[in-house]
């Protein structure tokens, strides 16, 4: 079946722009999560949403950075006043429910270039 | 603060060899994870390590979790050059809604 999938692919700005990034989990999949990942580094956590809620948003950087998932399936992450320190790949990941057992799969990312 | 720390960072070894990746953890955790990610690619799931003392092999991979020690192994048995990539080894801290937190990953260049 499809798996996450993620758009745009790349996306390049201008410092201070406002910016979108799209995820669609699998289907079905009840447990959203946003991370950023820097060259060279593990991803970090951002965001969790169960459902439309943001059960935790305990990992997004300031106030520039708010996702949203209205309908509990497609989430978007937006980022205002896009700074350079923004650039990094933006991985999404799904769970079926946050069970114990259950696995995050990753989509491909976002590599947003802030210039 | 739930801190993991993976060793070594960056591995070169030959095709044939046999190595152990480390991954220590900071603080009790339900679950340990290990993924793969290739260059340009997003990440892999290899393995859930559930409970103390499991162990999960596919192919020439096997992974262990020591909860009492906080420590998790990834064991390449025999390397092939198709298991160069980066592995990283994530730690759900559990008790409430947190996402994972991984390590800075191992970087594994397997040389023909």
């Known amino acids: 079946g499809a798996g996450v999938s993620q758009t745009p692919s790349n996306k390049v700005t201008e410092k201070g722009k406002y910016v979108e990034l799209r995820c669609d989990p699998i289907?079905?999949?009840?447990?959203l999560y946003w991370y950023r990942q820097s060259l060279g580094q593990g991803p970090e956590f951002l965001i969790y949403?169960?459902?439309?809620?943001?059960?935790?948003d305990s990992g997004l950087p300031n106030d520039r950075f708010f996702a949203v998932r209205p309908e509990g399936s497609v989430s978007t992450l937006k980022i205002q006043r896009t700074e350079r320190g923004d650039s990094a790949v933006y991985l999404c990941?799904?769970?079926?429910?946050?069970?114990?057992?259950?696995?995050?799969?990753f989509g491909p990312g976002t590599r947003l270039t802030v210039l | 603060e739930l801190k993991v720390e993976q060793n070594p960072l960056f591995l070169s070894m030959q095709e044939g060899k046999n190595y152990t990746i480390y991954c220590n953890y900071s603080?009790?955790?339900?679950?340990l994870y290990w993924y793969r990610q290739d260059p340009g690619k997003s990440l892999e799931s290899l393995f859930v390590l559930l409970s103390n003392g499991a162990v999960k092999q596919e192919g020439r991979l096997m992974a262990s979790l020591d909860t009492k020690a906080r420590l998790s192994t990834l064991h390449i048995t025999a390397a092939v050059h198709d298991l160069s990539a980066t592995y990283f080894c994530a730690v759900d801290s559990g008790g409430g809604a947190d996402g994972l937190t991984f390590g800075k990953g191992t970087h594994l260049i397997i040389q023909p």
């Open positions: 289907s079905g999949h009840t447990a």
């Open positions: 990941a799904s769970s079926l429910n946050r069970g114990l057992t259950d696995t995050q799969y």
């Open positions: 603080t009790t955790s339900d679950r």
């Open positions: 949403f169960q459902g439309t809620g943001a059960a935790d």
